[in-house]
């Protein structure tokens, strides 16, 4: 059975703790901010170091979901669940029934969703305890939509940056060619890009190669191949004091989220003249394509245009930052904040 423990942390909602040791998992909801409407954000299984990491990881999460859905200009506030457990020894169908059981209990102030080690299965599992999960609908897989935003993203920032409205001709560096990334490669391969990858997985990479054209370098050395864009799309954390300084590109827009490891690593990419795309507006196409089977008939023209209206935000943050001569993740920031409705201290 699961028992419910309610968290105070300051500048979120909500925070609820819940321990099921008959299943075998202890699981966090952080809804973070609702201003905007019910908080959606996936479910994250990850067998962490620490209850303390878990409870680090969801609030992050969760928060990181209030600005990506306020600068989406969605009607959906911020928060995220991650379920702390041994995927090798737990029941799958236990685990995510209990999983809709705890939702339930936030009688829709949050909503849930696939994530890292969670699947359409599971949500549909999910579905049998509480309506209030996405992706279990018309919407299907989001990767392609985060793709195309970020695909996007990079025409906007080549046509601030480089001044040209086409990207032929263009080389992009792009770390990690999984879901996303190789989307994004295929379509850049379109617009006659030149695309040079890498990704700690060999076998997938040499396999992409069969489809799509691309150099491929170690994993290590893609921070300092010379390109005009670079294109974080494996994890998080990979813009940072070490590699920031080996970067050779112009542009940076990725799928990844938390691309910076600080916010001071935005001023780092700032001072040394690179644009960057910021990472959750950048990435929002896939949950921008979610939003739209909430409450309503999916529609895949539409959320195909609110994706490419990544353009507009990324050009507003961009005349900002050059207006006020300030990083774009601090501006991003403020717009959403703006547009959430507080500003927080946290
Ligand atoms: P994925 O697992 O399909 O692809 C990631 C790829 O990166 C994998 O092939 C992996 O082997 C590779 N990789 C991992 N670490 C690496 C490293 N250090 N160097 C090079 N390659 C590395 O995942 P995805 O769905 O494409 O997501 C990629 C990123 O985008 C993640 O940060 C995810 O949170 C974020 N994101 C994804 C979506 C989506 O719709 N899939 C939406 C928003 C954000």
């Keep these: 059975m699961n ?4 968290l105070d942390i300051p500048g979120y909602e909500e925070v609820v703790r819940c321990d099921n040791p008959e299943v075998g998992f202890t699981a966090w909801i952080a809804i973070h901010n609702t201003h905007r409407g019910p908080a959606l954000g996936g479910c994250r299984v990850w067998r962490y170091e620490s209850e303390d990491a878990a409870l680090i990881d969801v609030l992050r999460l969760g928060k990181g979901m209030t600005y990506k859905n306020a600068l989406a200009r969605l009607p959906l506030g ?23 059981n705890f939702v339930e209990t936030l009688e829709g102030r949050y909503i849930t969703a696939e994530d890292v080690n969670s699947t359409l299965a599971d949500m549909v599992v999910v579905q049998r305890r509480t309506r209030h999960v996405a992706t ?14 970020v695909y996007c993203a990079i025409k906007t920032s080549v046509k601030h940056k480089l001044k040209r409205e086409r990207l032929d001709g263009l080389t992009v560096a792009i770390q990690g060619i ?60 990979t813009l940072n004091s070490r590699t920031i300084p080996q970067l050779l590109c112009q542009i940076v827009a990725g799928s990844a989220n938390n691309q910076l490891q600080n916010n001071e690593d935005g001023a780092k990419l700032f001072r040394r003249g690179i644009l960057y795309a910021p990472d959750y507006v950048a990435n929002a196409g896939g949950v921008i394509n979610i939003s739209c089977e909430i409450d309503q008939t ?12 990544i353009e ?20 991003a920031d403020s717009l959403a904040e703006e547009r959430f409705g507080a500003t927080l201290t946290c």
């Design 3 to 6: 028992r419910y423990t309610q």
């Design 298 to 309: 999916y529609d895949p023209k539409k959320a195909t245009q609110l994706t490419a209206a």
């Design 178 to 237: 999984g879901e996303t990334g190789g989307r994004l490669a295929e379509m850049l391969k379109k617009d006659n890009c030149r695309i040079i990858a890498a990704d700690i997985n060999t076998e997938h990479a040499h396999s992409l190669r069969e489809k799509i054209d691309f150099h491929l370098v170690a994993p290590d050395d893609i921070y300092g191949v010379a390109c005009d864009i670079f294109a974080p799309c494996a994890l998080g954390s």
């Design 78 to 100: 911020g928060g995220k669940s991650v379920v702390h457990c041994d995927l090798k020894t737990v029941n799958r169908t236990a685990l995510f029934t209990e999983i809709g």
């Design 312 to 331: 507009q935000t990324l050009m507003e943050i961009y005349r900002q930052s050059a207006q006020q001569k300030l990083p774009t993740n601090v501006v």
């Design 136 to 149: 279990v609908g018309a919407s299907g897989n989001p990767s392609p939509f985060t793709a195309y935003g």
